[in-house]
């Protein structure tokens, strides 16, 4: 059963555009949702994260937007760069407790 | 910060052996542990969760006598399989929970297997 689910499963942006990958979830119990971003042959790295309590969290470029209500989160990558290239997988879990991850999004952003 | 090693990181094994693959958390104590394996083009599956000190808790259909999991110190897990198959082929990827960095869970750069 996905806990998470992620679309789009893939997505082409043009240089500075804006890049935007959506998740859902069903457990209520969660309270952690992070966005990781994996490029071929890496394992994932962290990008950004946030917790029920906040709406929305900015990091550089990176922005996740959470509407608790909906049971839903997003992240926004402004001005995409060619470098930012990548597969990103968002997750959620209860604290401590091991990710539950989406399915992924194959992000291509042409010069 | 939050650095998290995996040895090796690719490795070469013919059929009926055995490889350990260990995760180390560099600059943070990880009283949790969590093992990940993932196929081309796919999501990561969780196998384990590995505790310090405990035995492990694998997922269902991961075979504990297959994937032997050790968590014997506060900043090293490993995995073992045991008697690999082409099918155990995969990408292994651990994951070290932080409890001092507001439980952010910190992956690894992952371990490629390949069974000849």
């Known amino acids: 059963q996905q806990q998470v689910k992620q679309s789009p499963q893939s997505l082409i942006v043009q240089k500075g555009g804006i890049s935007i990958i959506n998740c859902a979830y069903e457990n209520t119990a969660f309270d952690y949702f992070p966005w990781y971003q994996q490029f071929p042959g890496k394992g994932p790295a962290l990008l950004i994260a946030?917790?029920?309590?906040?709406s929305e969290k900015k990091e550089g470029r990176f922005t996740i937007s959470f509407n608790k209500s909906a049971k839903q989160f997003s992240l926004h990558i402004m001005d995409s760069q060619p470098g930012d290239s990548a597969t990103y997988f968002c997750a959620a879990s209860h604290s401590g407790y091991a990710l539950n991850f989406g399915k992924g999004t194959s992000l291509l952003v042409t010069p | 910060g939050a650095v998290v090693s995996q040895h090796p990181s690719w490795v070469i094994c013919k059929s009926g052996t055995s490889v350990k693959i260990e995760c180390r958390s560099l600059?943070?104590?990880?009283?949790?542990m969590f093992w990940y394996r993932q196929f081309p083009k796919q999501s990561l599956m969780l196998m384990a969760t590995s505790n310090e000190g405990s035995k492990a808790t694998y997922e269902q259909g991961v075979e504990k006598d297959k994937f032997l999991i050790n968590h014997a110190s506060l900043t090293l897990s490993t995995l073992t399989v045991t008697s690999a198959h082409p099918e155990d082929s995969s990408f292994y990827i651990c994951?070290?929970?932080?409890?001092?960095?507001?439980?952010?869970?910190?992956f690894g750069p992952g371990t490629r297997l390949t069974v000849t």
């Open positions: 946030i917790r029920p309590d906040v």
């Open positions: 994951s070290a929970l932080s409890s001092g960095l507001a439980n952010e869970q910190y």
């Open positions: 600059d943070f104590q990880a009283t949790t």
